[in-house]
């Protein structure tokens, strides 16, 4: 089990890269996350939902991801609530300080998903979420130490030095931790390392003096990470190339399935960038691309309050295209209903009337992967493919001019003069055919193959870990399950 000092220390990416490593080996490996809190998630083929993250890392691993790789999903609603998921399904909304009369509930399905994956598995890669030193969230604790222990299963630190203090870090967990969990560790990756690693010895020799604990490497910074799909909002680009087309993406405050950019971002004649909604929408912008949401009305509300209604009709006054995807596609629409109260109170509010569709917020939840054509001018029966992750059904006179054709049926919607477009299909533009048909429809040219830019990239990061941490002394820990605790 990979955990952190910290989020962000990259413990979703070591994971991945430990898959691909263990896998070239020839070992059937699973990821295994049991609690993760994102609104980037993606629909497995077992018709649920898990974070994003795990498909990447069920991915570098060669094995279709199921739900039961990420057992618990959290996703944001608010500043103080989430949509709890369990083994793929959503169970309630709840507030934060909710959730842990909820966690002891919670642990029964994480170990049947655990013992699930391990079952079909030689070695399952555990990470993380947060860090075990947040010792006031360690009352039913499903996601670190608690799950750890519950297990037997042996934990690696992961710090990141980029950051600074990194000594610190380590030592600074090790001195909260209860005895049973300081036990639990069997070492230390120091992860991010920028320079020469060997003036790194002492630091190397202080944390093994102070902790007890040996360090099984010290990982290099990995250049190449911006290739594959992040897992935290803050990894998108606010800044962009001087030349291309000009793509703007606005930060929403609820922005979710953000990876839907992420070919666009690699494309070398495209020019992306994510405004904060206190930004202007630059006005020499090509097409926005309104993202996913996880509270389509607060966002479209926060839309409203920035002044972004104003520039988005300019902008498709002046010619401009718009393209918004599933929460985008809804704020698209004339109007958005909450008869149920899903997203709050009960009621209705207003979209940008850029499309004339009205979207209904009501159950259940589709999560699929789906393919299908597109419809599009200039990409018209275009191959396409992705998933689908929405709550709410959209009806209007546009929806005749679909997006895309799809197994299940017509998706989405477009304006009349063709500027304007939605649909739920989330991933589109990592099909190939279909991107460079988009792209080419505005004069931009494409030559990006991005599934196989992801795959080389994720076996260039097994052989960046693989010279940088001893495998073999990694996998012999990983077979040293403990006693479980009474």
């Given at each position: 089990?990979?955990?952190?000092t910290g989020?962000?220390?990259?413990?979703?990416?070591?994971?991945?890269?430990?898959?691909?490593a263990?896998r070239?080996?020839?070992?059937?490996?699973?990821?295994?996350?049991?609690?993760?809190?994102?609104?980037n998630?993606a629909?497995?083929p077992?018709?649920?939902?898990?974070g994003?993250?795990?498909?990447?890392?069920?991915?570098?691993?060669g094995?279709?991801?199921?739900?039961?790789m990420?057992?618990?999903?959290?996703?944001?609603?608010?500043?103080?609530?989430?949509?709890?998921?369990?083994?793929?399904?959503?169970?309630?909304?709840?507030?934060a300080?909710d959730?842990a009369?909820?966690?002891?509930?919670?642990?029964p399905?994480?170990?049947?998903?655990?013992?699930?994956?391990?079952?079909?598995?030689?070695?399952?890669?555990?990470?993380?979420a947060?860090?075990?030193?947040?010792?006031?969230?360690?009352?039913?604790?499903?996601?670190?130490?608690?799950?750890?222990l519950?297990?037997?299963?042996?934990?690696?630190l992961?710090?990141d030095i980029?950051r600074?203090?990194?000594?610190?870090?380590?030592?600074?967990?090790s001195?909260?931790?209860?005895?049973?969990?300081?036990?639990?560790?069997?070492?230390?990756?120091?992860?991010?390392?920028?320079?020469?690693?060997?003036?790194?010895?002492?630091?190397?020799?202080?944390?093994?003096?102070?902790?007890?604990?040996?360090?099984?490497?010290?990982?290099?910074?990995?250049?190449?990470?911006?290739?594959?799909?992040?897992?935290?909002?803050?990894?998108?680009?606010?800044?962009?190339?001087?030349?291309?087309?000009?793509?703007?993406?606005?930060?929403?405050?609820?922005?979710?399935?953000?990876?839907?950019?992420?070919p666009?971002?690699?494309?070398?004649g495209?020019?992306?960038?994510?405004?904060?909604?206190?930004e202007?929408?630059?006005?020499?912008?090509?097409?926005?691309l309104?993202?996913?949401?996880?509270?389509?009305?607060?966002?479209?509300?926060?839309?409203?309050?920035?002044?972004?209604?104003?520039?988005?009709?300019a902008h498709?006054?002046?010619?401009?295209r718009?393209?918004?995807?599933?929460?985008g596609?809804?704020?698209?629409?004339?109007?958005?209903?909450?008869?149920?109260?899903?997203?709050?109170?009960?009621?209705?509010?207003?979209?940008?009337?850029l499309?004339?569709?009205?979207?209904?917020?009501?159950?259940?939840?589709?999560?699929?992967?789906?393919?299908?054509?597109?419809?599009?001018?200039?990409?018209?029966?275009?191959?396409v493919?992705?998933?689908?992750?929405?709550?709410?059904?959209?009806?209007?006179?546009?929806?005749?001019?679909?997006?895309?054709?799809?197994?299940?049926?017509p998706?989405?919607?477009?304006?009349?003069?063709?500027?304007?477009?939605?649909?739920?299909?989330?991933?589109l533009?990592?099909e190939?055919?279909?991107?460079?048909?988009?792209?080419a429809?505005?004069?931009?040219?494409?030559?990006?193959?991005?599934?196989?830019?992801?795959d080389?990239?994720?076996?260039?990061?097994?052989?960046?870990?693989?010279?940088?941490?001893?495998?073999?002394?990694l996998?012999a820990?990983?077979?040293?399950?403990?006693?479980?605790?009474?």
């Amino acid at each position: 089990m990979v955990q952190g000092t910290g989020s962000d220390v990259g413990k979703s990416l070591i994971v991945a890269g430990l898959c691909r490593a263990f896998r070239q080996r020839g070992l059937r490996v699973s990821p295994f996350k049991p609690q993760n809190m994102s609104n980037n998630a993606a629909a497995t083929p077992d018709g649920g939902e898990i974070g994003r993250a795990q498909m990447l890392q069920a991915r570098a691993a060669g094995r279709p991801a199921t739900v039961h790789m990420n057992p618990v999903l959290l996703k944001p609603q608010s500043e103080t609530g989430a949509q709890v998921v369990v083994q793929g399904r959503v169970v309630k909304s709840v507030a934060a300080r909710d959730y842990a009369a909820l966690k002891p509930m919670l642990m029964p399905p994480v170990l049947e998903s655990f013992n699930r994956v391990a079952r079909e598995s030689d070695l399952v890669i555990v990470e993380g979420a947060g860090s075990p030193a947040e010792v006031n969230l360690r009352t039913g604790d499903i996601a670190n130490m608690g799950f750890a222990l519950a297990t037997g299963v042996p934990v690696i630190l992961c710090a990141d030095i980029s950051r600074g203090g990194v000594i610190a870090n380590i030592v600074g967990t090790s001195a909260v931790l209860r005895p049973d969990e300081r036990d639990a560790v069997g070492g230390v990756l120091v992860n991010k390392f920028r320079g020469d690693v060997g003036l790194f010895e002492g630091g190397v020799k202080a944390i093994e003096m102070r902790t007890k604990w040996p360090v099984l490497g010290v990982v290099p910074w990995f250049a190449d990470a911006g290739a594959l799909p992040a897992e935290d909002s803050l990894g998108l680009p606010t800044e962009a190339r001087a030349e291309g087309l000009k793509i703007v993406m606005p930060r929403l405050p609820h922005i979710a399935n953000f990876d839907d950019c992420d070919p666009l971002r690699l494309e070398p004649g495209v020019s992306l960038r994510v405004v904060p909604l206190d930004e202007p929408l630059p006005a020499d912008t090509d097409l926005v691309l309104l993202p996913g949401s996880k509270a389509t009305v607060a966002d479209m509300r926060a839309l409203d309050a920035a002044g972004w209604r104003a520039d988005l009709i300019a902008h498709v006054r002046r010619g401009g295209r718009v393209l918004g995807l599933c929460g985008g596609y809804q704020m698209l629409g004339r109007l958005i209903r909450d008869p149920e109260g899903f997203e709050g109170p009960p009621g209705e509010t207003a979209g940008l009337g850029l499309l004339d569709v009205v979207t209904t917020l009501k159950a259940p939840k589709t999560t699929r992967e789906t393919h299908g054509v597109s419809r599009l001018p200039g990409a018209d029966g275009v191959p396409v493919r992705g998933y689908r992750i929405h709550m709410g059904v959209t009806e209007g006179p546009d929806t005749a001019r679909a997006l895309a054709d799809l197994a299940e049926g017509p998706d989405g919607a477009v304006s009349a003069d063709g500027r304007v477009m939605g649909g739920y299909l989330h991933g589109l533009f990592a099909e190939d055919a279909f991107r460079r048909a988009f792209l080419a429809s505005f004069g931009a040219a494409s030559d990006l193959a991005y599934e196989a830019r992801v795959d080389a990239t994720l076996d260039t990061l097994a052989a960046h870990l693989a010279a940088a941490i001893d495998l073999d002394r990694l996998h012999a820990l990983a077979q040293t399950r403990r006693k479980i605790r009474a």
